[in-house]
């Protein structure tokens, strides 16, 4: 476990009302750090979550992250609601089925893949490059991308996703080299298949014991352990990983 003090640091974490958000969210907490939730329909459980965060100073804000202005604007609110911001989690995402086999009309599978792109890519970058504006203005701070292994190894019935996460990973390695000189650093996670809400459909079954076979340790990753790679990510001790990208998928897929 990180024992990093984050004590008089802030971080807003987008997609925060339940799963790698939840989870990375109730880590910075304990470790110390005023954190700013964020969700787009889940206000109920985002409010359990604050209600559950240790510490104090902590606030919720909605934003739907398809929507570039709305993306930066929540920056704005995170910094009035917090004072500063030291740390950005990149986590919101969607994963919704669109493939390209004709059984989408294309007008509907176009708008899923648009979706799909602003929601997991445009809106990320939006809130990035206002979180850089703050952060420069402080000497400093940290962004942390959830990408995903389907980045490398592509997804198939989902290729908006794959291409979000493949882009998400480039703008990370991008702006760290370009923001590295104002101490601030960029990093991604890449997970494979996480224990959460969205992917439990995926896990059932037959089909669920193929996915875990696909690592040795005949597993997928818990929200935890994600969660504990952001939370070294953010944390100083990392600041040379920056522009790096960290696998946690347990050698299901190597590269």
């Known amino acids: 476990m990180i024992t990093v003090d984050f004590s008089n640091r802030t971080a807003l974490v987008t997609g925060s009302s339940r799963g790698v958000g939840r989870a990375t969210a109730t880590l910075l907490a304990r470790a110390g750090a005023r954190v700013c939730l964020h969700y787009h329909h889940g206000a109920e459980a985002a409010r359990?979550?604050?209600?559950?965060?240790?510490?104090?100073?902590?606030?919720?804000?909605?934003?739907?992250?398809?929507?570039?202005?709305?993306?930066?604007?929540?920056?704005?609110?995170?910094?009035?609601?917090?004072?500063?911001?030291?740390i950005l989690v990149n986590n919101a995402g969607i994963f919704t089925p669109h493939p390209v086999d004709g059984s989408l009309p294309f007008e509907q599978w176009l708008e899923t893949?648009?979706?799909?792109?602003?929601?997991?890519?445009?809106?990320?970058?939006?809130?990035?490059?206002?979180?850089?504006?703050?952060?420069?203005?402080?000497?400093?701070?940290t962004i942390v991308n959830v990408g995903s292994r389907g980045a490398y190894r592509g997804e198939p019935g989902q290729v908006g996703y794959g291409a979000a996460k493949a882009g998400l990973h480039s703008l990370s390695q991008s702006l760290a080299r370009e923001v590295g000189g104002d101490n601030i650093t960029v990093h991604a996670v890449a997970p494979g298949f996480i224990?959460?809400?969205m992917a439990r459909p995926h896990l059932q079954g037959a089909a669920g014991e193929a996915v875990r076979a696909q690592s040795p340790l005949n597993r997928v990753a818990t929200v935890d352990e994600v969660a504990r790679a952001v939370l070294?990510?953010?944390?100083?001790?990392?600041?040379?990983?920056?522009?790096?990208?960290?696998?946690?998928?347990?050698?299901?897929?190597?590269?």
């Open 195 to 197: 224990e959460t809400a």
């Open 48 to 86: 359990e979550v604050l209600g559950e965060l240790p510490g104090s100073g902590h606030a919720v804000l909605q934003a739907d992250l398809s929507d570039p202005t709305a993306a930066r604007r929540l920056v704005d609110e995170a910094v009035e609601q917090l004072g500063h911001l030291d």
């Open 232 to 255: 070294y990510l953010a944390s100083p001790e990392a600041a040379f990983t920056t522009g790096g990208v960290l696998d946690i998928n347990g050698a299901s897929y190597l590269h």
């Open 113 to 141: 893949f648009q979706r799909t792109l602003n929601t997991n890519l445009v809106g990320p970058a939006a809130s990035a490059f206002q979180a850089i504006q703050h952060m420069r203005q402080r000497g400093g701070g």
